[in-house]
């Protein structure tokens, strides 16, 4: 499983970055940034709450490497 941020969407609002660290962030424009997208399996419930988190569903959780 891997985290893809659709980037056009973001709002900058940070909450995932605040609830998953591990994977996200702001740029310098505010927007989210995945600093590493694969997800270990004992990662994947804070992933989840991170993606949830999002008010514009700009997180998705993806198959594969
Ligand atoms: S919660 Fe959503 S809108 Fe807010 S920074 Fe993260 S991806 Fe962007």
């Given amino acids: ?7 056009h969407l973001c709002q900058s609002y940070g ?5 998953d660290p591990e994977h996200l962030d ?3 424009e505010g927007l989210v940034v995945v600093t590493r997208d694969s997800v270990a399996d004992g990662e994947l419930a804070a992933v989840q709450a991170g993606i949830r988190s999002c008010p514009v569903n700009a997180l998705v959780l993806v198959e594969g490497e």
Avoid at 1 to 7: H, N, Q, S, V, Y
Avoid at 15 to 19: E, H, R, T
Wanted: glycine residues 0%.
């Fill in 1 to 7: 499983m891997r985290i893809e941020a659709k980037r």
């Fill in 15 to 19: 909450n995932c970055v605040a609830i």
């Fill in 26 to 28: 702001l740029d310098d």
